[in-house]
């Protein structure tokens, strides 16, 4: 099955007992049984609810995985993989990193003994120097945020050895744009919140994998500790899903028109968009992706605080709000909002100066997005 297809159709059955073709809400906590132990393999919902399995399914074949995991938010989903590791044990990760990771690993796992480093992964040079006899999970992320570096997995997969998991947060991706299972990686996690559910209306997280132990004892840890999403929410997914593939195409080309007005625009300094010939990851963007997303970062010449303020608050079209990946085009401000707690020269080390502004672009038409971001520079 190709991707357009899987998308609509994997995992997906009409409803046995009713032929509802659009996969019913099991809203329920419980199951009836004939007598102990005789059921029809759905007991208690924590650990197993007919929305969510089918939503697993689904999940698993969008990656080329044999195995999908759902969680009630992204987070979970990190969190149900950092708890693999036991005290002791090492983890890398790009330095270059969503900040919910990067507090969910030093203000939670550290405190259980676990040693964190945060490298840059632009080559595998300072990867090969960090592995010792300890380490056990590498965390990519790839295109990163809000730089929109890319990581090339294959090549770090090929650094790494068997004790290594390494796990592909590859949420600004989307799976109709990369596969990270595919080029060798264990584990695929996705805030679904974003680009899969697409609609801004749910929190979710995923994982996709093949290796059966592995996903045992993740699904072991998703009914011990019970971080599962409601099945409203899994319905609301698997619907967000159908549409991946369009709603991907659109944003990206939105992405790649606005991109190029941007670099030809006077009071543009920078822009971050690894559809441009310009960007440094572009070559590797172009293998790895099948499109470059829809996700551009962009500074000003005059780069003051004050005038990225000015544009963030007089666009019509594009929202200023958190998160990415939904219908409508949003806008945000790095320095003050998803990265204010690193320090000034941190932040400038990365290109990630006061007027950066990042842009999650929408389904809209380019043209009238285009005008509200130019009249919005303008004002
Ligand atoms: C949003 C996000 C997360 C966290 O997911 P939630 O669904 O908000 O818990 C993790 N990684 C990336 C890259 C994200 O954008």
Redesign the pocket.
Known sequence: MKFETKVIHAGIKPDPSTGAIMTPIFQTSSYVQKKPGDHLGFQYARSQNPTRTILQENLAALENGKFGISFS??????DAVLRLLNPGDEVIATNDL?G??YRLMTQVFENYGIKLHFIGLSDDIELKARINDKTRLLWI?TPT?PMLNIIDIKKMVQCVNDQILVCV?N??ASPYLQNPLDLGADIV?H????YLGGHSDV???CLMLNDEDLAMKLYFIQNAVGAVPGPQDCFLILRGIKTLHVRMDRACENAAYIAEKLLNYEKINKVYFPGLASHDGHKLAAEQMKLFGAMISFDLKEDTMENAEKILSSTNLFSLAE???GVESLLGHPATMTHGSIPRDERYKIGLTDSLIRLSVGIENKEDLWEDLRQAIES
């Not at 805030?191 to 974003?194: D, E, G, H, R």
Request: aromatic letters at 8%.
């Open positions: 938010s992204g987070m979970a989903a990190i969503y919910g990771t992320e945020n947060d949420t600004f996690m805030s679904a919140t974003k929190i979710h997280g998160s990415l990946g």
